[in-house]
């Protein structure tokens, strides 16, 4: 069993700041991919970023020069830096993350519970 538990969310003005951390436990043997989406109110989750293994960084348009993923691959830690924030940021944001639980077994996709990010002045 894997878990996933982010935490960093909250309320912040326009063009404020906030940082996101998602951290696993449980029984990990390794993790490929973790990663972030984002969903809003009655709408579709999107993705938003996602961070490999070997460090390489993908990002949706829309978040691009704003957000910036990095992890701690020794704490199993996916972090979230979201700067500029806009109203239309507003989401519930959620990490999930590539797991291995032994060498035998393949990838699968775990998801966190979600962290609530409330942009508005």
């Known amino acids: 069993q894997v878990q996933l538990v982010e935490s960093g969310g909250g309320w912040v003005q326009p063009g404020g700041s906030l940082r996101l951390s998602c951290a696993a436990s449980?029984?990990?043997?390794?993790?490929?991919?973790m990663g972030w989406y984002r969903q809003a109110p009655g709408k579709q989750r999107d993705f938003i970023a996602s961070?490999?293994?070997?460090?390489?960084?993908n990002y949706a348009d829309s978040v691009k020069g704003r957000f910036s993923i990095s992890r701690d691959s020794g704490k199993n830690t996916v972090y979230l830096q979201m700067v500029s924030l806009k109203p239309e940021d507003t989401a519930v944001y959620l990490c999930?993350?590539?797991?291995?639980?032994?060498?035998?077994?393949?990838?699968?996709?775990?998801w966190g519970q979600g962290t609530q990010v409330t942009v508005s002045s």
């Open positions: 449980g029984s990990i043997f390794s993790i490929n991919a």
């Open positions: 961070i490999g293994s070997g460090d390489n960084t």
């Open positions: 999930y993350a590539n797991v291995r639980t032994s060498r035998f077994s393949s990838s699968s996709t775990t």
